[in-house]
T-cell receptor, first 115, second 114 residues
Framework: EAGVTQFPSHSVIEKGQTVTLRCDPISGHDNLYWYRRVMGKEIKFLLHFVKESKQDESGMPNNRFLAERTGGTYSTLKVQPAELEDSGVYFC?????????????FGSGTRLTVV | GQQLNQSPQSMFIQEGEDVSMNCTSSSIFNTWLWYKQDPGEGPVLLIALYKAGELTSNGRLTAQFGITRKDSFLNISASIPSDVGIYFCAGQLGGGSTLGRLYFGRGTQLTVWP
């Protein structure tokens, strides 16, 4: 089966611009998560979708970040306007059941650089 | 939020040596997990631990869930060059709307010299 796919793999944008990251989870996985790792720091939770609903968005840093999951399939994470501190690697993960780590598969990440 | 203190931050070892890294937290976790990240890839699950005191092996890897449920360690025996990467510990609180969310340590960068 295909894994979790993220696009683009790299993005370099200027401060103030908008960037949209996309995640295609494993087919049939209801649970989709977004995480972010700023260089040298821990991987931090951003939010959790169950199908198209936001189960937990307590990790979203501010209202410049907007995540959507239309139809419960792929998800997008938009940053508008981007700031320098938004640079990092954004990971998406998906799982089949609600137990989180069971079958919790990460994508390869999108490396975002804001200059 | 929950914080996991992972150490060491980096390790430089020779092929064949054993490696040990650990993670501590001020919070109690119901599950401890260890992941490895290769360059350009996402984290991959190595070992999952579900019970306090549990000791689990996966090939040359051994991990333990601390009896207090606030710590865990990972050992790698007889390291080989392909062990190079970043190792992350992660904890899961479990229950309520946060079920599924993981809290990660900062990672241990492992370098293995041939």
């Amino acid at each position: 089966e295909a894994g979790v796919t993220q696009f683009p793999s790299h993005s370099v944008i200027e401060k103030g611009q908008t960037v949209t990251l996309r995640c295609d989870p494993i087919s049939g996985h209801d649970n989709l998560y977004w995480y972010r790792r700023v260089m040298g720091k821990e991987i931090k939770f951003l939010l959790h979708f169950v199908k198209e609903s936001k189960q937990d968005e307590s990790g979203m840093p501010n209202n410049r970040f907007l995540a959507e999951r239309t139809g419960g399939t792929y998800s997008t994470l938009k940053v508008q306007p981007a700031e320098l501190e938004d640079s990092g690697v954004y990971f998406c993960a998906s799982s089949l059941g609600g137990a989180g780590h069971y079958g919790y598969t990460f994508g390869s990440g999108t490396r975002l650089t804001v200059v | 939020g929950q914080q996991l203190n992972q150490s060491p931050q980096s390790m430089f070892i020779q092929e064949g040596e054993d490696v040990s890294m650990n993670c501590t937290s001020s919070s109690i976790f119901n599950t401890w997990l260890w992941y490895k990240q290769d360059p350009g890839e996402g984290p991959v699950l190595l070992i999952a631990l579900y019970k306090a005191g549990e000791l689990t092996s996966n090939g040359r890897l051994t991990a333990q869930f601390g009896i207090t449920r606030k710590d865990s360690f990972l050992n790698i025996s007889a390291s080989i060059p392909s062990d190079v990467g970043i190792y992350f510990c992660a904890g899961q609180l479990g229950g309520g709307s946060t079920l599924g969310r993981l809290y990660f340590g900062r990672g241990t960068q492992l370098t293995v010299w041939p």
